[in-house]
């Protein structure tokens, strides 16, 4: 079974599809531009069902999730 839910993390609150055994593979499912984590919608059930943990957030600015800060991948270094 895939459920939305929300999930905080240390850059904000993003919008997530989320199935699967907490303890299978996971898989990280990240949309391009313009498009929504509902991309996947379709394909989610069948990673679920051969087993995999699947992760798909609308990424910043998209759907519910966090729409201000930074859209960089890791913070700057020294």
């Known amino acids: ?3 939305a839910s929300l999930i905080e993390t240390a850059r904000g609150v ?3 599809l989320v199935g ?3 303890e299978g593979p996971a898989l990280l499912m990240l949309h391009g531009f313009p ?5 996947w919608r379709q394909h989610l059930p069948e990673l679920v ?3 995999f943990r699947v992760i798909a957030p609308n990424q910043r600015g998209y ?6 800060g930074s859209f960089a991948t890791r913070e700057p270094g020294p």
């Open 1 to 3: 079974m895939v459920a």
């Open 14 to 16: 993003f919008d997530t």
């Open 20 to 22: 699967g055994p907490a």
């Open 35 to 39: 498009q929504t984590n509902e991309t």
């Open 49 to 51: 069902d051969r087993g």
């Open 63 to 68: 759907g519910r999730s966090v729409r201000t």
